[in-house]
Nanobody, 115 residues
Framework: QVQLVESGGGLVQTGGSLKLSCATT????????MGWYRQAPGKQRELVAR???????NYADSVKGRFTISRDNANNTVSLQMNSLKPEDTAVYYC?????????YGQGTQVTVSS
């Protein structure tokens, strides 16, 4: 069973930055495309960014140019650098493989952007 633990969320003002991290104790994710997802209140969970095992990235249009996904396969971590944050980025953020396994979702980390 893979356990993913997200951290780094918090409260930030519009225009601010946060860096999220996703850690796992298993090295198996190094072969997976990994993604960051988010779920805002009353909305469906959506894919924000993904990164292949080789480092190729893809972003949702809403975050393109502001967010950067990266990974460290040696340490089994995936990160999301978020800049120029907007109130509409407020959500719980999760990491998971892409496409996701429901059983892999962890607690997520709350990001709140105040206007």
């Amino acid at each position: 069973q893979v356990q993913l633990v997200e951290s780094g969320g918090g409260l930030v003002q519009t225009g601010g930055s946060l860096k999220l991290s996703c850690a796992t104790t298993t090295s198996s994710i190094r072969f997976d495309t990994m993604g960051w997802y988010r779920q805002a209140p009353g909305k469906q969970r959506e894919l924000v960014a993904r990164i292949t095992s080789g480092g190729s990235t893809n972003y949702a249009d809403s975050v393109k140019g502001r967010f950067t996904i990266s990974r460290d396969n040696a340490n089994n971590t995936v990160s999301l650098q978020m800049n120029s944050l907007k109130p509409e980025d407020t959500a719980v953020y999760y990491c998971n493989r892409y496409p996701p396994y429901e059983s892999w979702y962890g607690q997520g980390t709350q990001v709140t952007v105040s206007s």
